[in-house]
Nanobody
Framework: QLVESGGGLVQAGGSLRLSCAASELTFTSYAMAWFRQAPGKERNLVAAITWNGGLTYIPDSVKGRFTISRDNAKNTVYLQMNSLKPEDTAVYHC????????????????WGQGTQVTVSA
């Protein structure tokens, strides 16, 4: 129901734009989030957005470099990543939560398989 795309290999300082297409759910009923997980490390939230895009959250670790947005007409949420660093290397997942506060707390109703982002030094 959630399919991510746009990952790949990029040099440090480069940019990527991830997309997540939703199907078989009422997209506007969900807050959306992106989280990442590197091998052997815990899952970390990197962005969240309310159902209408009116409110977003970006943690300090990626603030000023990552931006989340959504297009409800296309049932798609995006993650624009700029000034990428090697430590951003991870599998990036999008997720849907019925409530924004749950998205912020890592409680998701649906999530995708993820897309690999690798940043070389």
């Amino acid at each position: 129901q959630l399919v991510e795309s746009g990952g790949g290999l990029v040099q440090a300082g480069g940019s990527l734009r991830l997309s997540c297409a939703a199907s078989e759910l009422t997209f506007t009923s969900y807050a959306m989030a992106w989280f990442r997980q590197a091998p052997g490390k815990e899952r970390n939230l990197v962005a969240a957005i309310t159902w209408n895009g009116g409110l977003t959250y970006i943690p300090d670790s990626v603030k000023g470099r990552f931006t989340i947005s959504r297009d409800n007409a296309k049932n798609t949420v995006y993650l624009q990543m700029n000034s990428l660093k090697p430590e951003d290397t991870a599998v990036y997942h999008c997720a849907a939560s019925a409530f924004y506060r749950e998205a912020l707390n890592g409680k998701y109703d649906y999530w995708g398989q993820g897309t690999q982002v690798t940043v070389s030094a």
